[in-house]
């Protein structure tokens, strides 16, 4: 009877479907609203120090290989992206970053 009871016990749980794999969450993403007038010259892999406003503390995050750069929604090499932000008209810019390691992920480059 035992025995029995051990082979249904083995056969329901290799005859159960798989569970699904336990999902990571999504990574927390933090965006900084500012000016073109208050990002530092970024290198395409490096620092960016970012400030929301002049009185604002300096935020500083990194860029990666895997950083992106729109001018609305079209996507820019970063030598256009830097081309961009050094004209003479400021810019509206939304710098999105994970917030546990201050990587950025994309900046958005608004309308003068």
Do not use: W
């Not at 479907?17 to 010259?41: G, I, N, R, W």
């Not at 503390?57 to 932000?85: G, H, V």
């Not at 546990?100 to 003068?112: C, F, L, N, S």
Request: glycine share 2%; net charge neutral.
């Amino acid at each position: 009877m035992r025995s029995t009871a051990h082979t249904l016990l083995a056969l329901a749980v290799f005859a159960s479907p798989a569970l699904p794999a336990a999902t990571q969450p999504p990574e927390a993403e933090e965006a900084l609203e500012t000016m073109s007038t208050l990002l530092s010259a970024p290198t395409a892999i490096g620092a960016l120090a970012a400030r929301a406003c002049a009185a604002c503390p300096e935020r500083r995050l990194n860029l990666t290989e895997r950083s992106r750069f729109y001018a609305a929604d079209q996507e820019l090499s970063f030598d256009a992206f830097r081309r961009m932000l050094s004209g003479p008209d400021a810019r509206f810019v939304s710098v999105y970053f994970r917030d546990a390691d201050k990587t950025v992920t994309r900046i958005v480059v608004g309308a003068p």
